[in-house]
């Protein structure tokens, strides 16, 4: 069963920059049959997603993280990952990888399933 | 952007009772509906795909129904382990979008 596993550094400062790395085993990143997100969860609130990642490199934000989020891919190393400009104190969540599988269907129509396969998630504490 | 909303916010209810869970679409998502339960210190699991499809694993006593913008979810006889967190989440190649979840706790 694959994996996915949050590394990151668990406090950060106001303003500055976070980077998160999402490490997949059991599975390739590259697989065409998966892509890859973000999720977060800010302490006693609902999930809100991030970003994905494709098995080609492309992306996709949500537009109302757009403008401070990058996420990125290491193939060799089958991690990806996501950084946070100009923190704030609302950027205060547990962070999750997790990962969407995905099928082409007889018409050429992608058909796409939820979020299957989470890690634990990391808590990052913005503070000075 | 779609928004997604759940009623209620928090259900209280007792072992065996049926329970039912509405989440409502800002509009159209089809079927591109999935089913979360979340418990303390741990990251969301899907129960429901498309709606109404049941991810494996999940006991049958789940269920989901609905299409449009009106879904619900329904746990037939609620167990001592079901007491959790439920997300509605609309899904797509694009875009992920949860709604503000449901907590069912003991009467």
């Known amino acids: 069963q694959p994996q996915v596993q949050e590394s990151g550094p668990g406090l950060v400062k106001p303003s500055e920059t976070l980077t998160l790395t999402c490490t997949v085993s059991?599975?390739?990143?590259?697989?065409?049959?998966?892509?890859w997100g973000w999720i977060r969860q800010p302490p006693g609130k609902g999930p809100e997603w991030i970003a994905n990642i494709y098995y080609t490199g492309s992306t996709k934000y949500n537009p109302s993280l757009e403008s401070r989020v990058t996420l990125s891919g290491d193939t060799s190393k089958n991690q990806f990952f996501l950084t946070v400009n100009s923190v704030t104190a609302a950027d205060t969540a547990v962070y999750y990888c997790a990962r969407v599988t995905y099928y082409y269907d007889s018409r050429g129509y992608r058909v796409v399933f939820p979020f299957d396969i989470w890690g634990q998630g990391t808590m990052v504490t913005v503070s000075s | 952007d779609i928004q997604m909303t759940q009623s209620p916010s928090l259900l209280s209810a007792s072992v065996g009772d049926r329970v039912t869970i509405t989440c409502r679409a800002s509009?159209?998502?089809?079927?591109?509906l999935a089913w979360y339960q979340q418990k303390p210190g741990k990251a969301p699991k899907v129960l429901i795909y498309k709606a109404s499809n049941l991810e494996g694993g999940v006991p049958s006593r789940f269920s989901g129904s609905g299409s449009g913008t009106e879904f619900t979810l329904t746990i037939s006889s609620l167990q001592p382990d079901d007491f959790a967190t439920y997300y509605c989440q609309h899904y797509s190649s694009y875009s992920f979008t949860f709604g503000p979840g449901t907590k069912v706790d003991v009467k």
């Open positions: 509009q159209s998502i089809s079927t591109w």
């Open positions: 059991g599975g390739s990143i590259s697989d065409e049959n998966y892509f």
